[in-house]
Every structure is written in structure tokens, then in C-alpha cells.
């Protein structure tokens, strides 16, 4: 059984930083390319960044490009996505998800393992 556990979130003003951590199962995590996304409250669900196995290869929607970071420590099976610069409308709740593998990074669908998710809100 794949778990994935998000926490991090809070409530942050315009401009601010927050980091967000993804922990996963073991097996789960060292294996599978990994991804977080986010949805605000009357909206979808929506792509923010995707990681691969090892780290070497990075994906972003062009909404964060620039302020968002993502990465992973597989030895501690954690995923993390570090967010600068936030802003008002950034705020959601935050979800990691485990990859299949197959289809797109950024297509909800590719992700089969989803965690419970984190608030963030951002103040203006």
C-alpha cells in the first residue's frame, strides 16, 4: 500500500516563504517520480511541479516558474517544494502524488497515489 503525507502549510503573507514536505513510504518514494499539485476552493485541480526518480529532472507550471522549487531526498523519503515569492493567488490546498509512470507529468490522471493535502493561504 502506497502512503504519501503532506504538512507544511499555514498561513503566510503576500510576498513570504513557505516549504512544504511530502513523506512517503520507502519503496514508493526511492522508485516513482513524484508530483505536487494544487487546488483553490471553486477551481480544478492543477499541475505545479513534478520531480523524477532521482531528482535530475524537474517540472513546472509556468504560474510558479521562478518562485517554486521542488526536490526530494530519497535516503529520508521525503519530497519537498520549497515556494518564495508567494501570493494571494497561490492559495489552496496542496497535494503530493505518487506517478504511475505512465502519461504526462502534469496530467492528474498519470498519478495514482494522492495524499489528504495541506492548506496554504496567502494573505494579501
Known amino acids: 500500500q502506497v502512503q504519501v503525507v503532506e504538512s507544511g502549510g499555514g498561513l503566510v503573507q503576500a510576498g513570504g516563504s513557505l516549504r512544504l514536505s511530502c513523506a512517503a513510504s520507502?519503496?514508493?518514494?526511492?522508485?516513482?517520480?513524484m508530483g505536487w499539485f494544487r487546488q483553490a476552493p471553486g477551481k480544478e485541480r492543477e499541475f505545479v511541479a513534478a520531480i523524477s526518480e532521482y531528482g535530475g529532472t524537474t517540472y513546472y507550471a509556468d504560474s510558479v516558474k521562478g518562485r517554486f522549487t521542488i526536490s526530494r531526498d530519497n535516503a529520508k523519503n521525503t519530497m519537498y517544494l520549497q515556494m518564495n515569492s508567494l501570493k494571494p493567488e497561490d492559495t489552496a490546498v496542496y497535494y503530493c502524488?505518487?506517478?504511475?509512470?505512465?502519461?504526462?507529468?502534469?496530467?492528474?490522471?498519470?498519478?495514482?497515489?494522492w495524499g489528504h493535502g495541506t492548506q496554504v493561504t496567502v494573505s494579501s
Open positions: 502524488a505518487h506517478r504511475a509512470g505512465l502519461g504526462s507529468y502534469s496530467d492528474l490522471r498519470s498519478y495514482d497515489y
Open positions: 520507502a519503496r514508493t518514494l526511492s522508485r516513482a517520480p
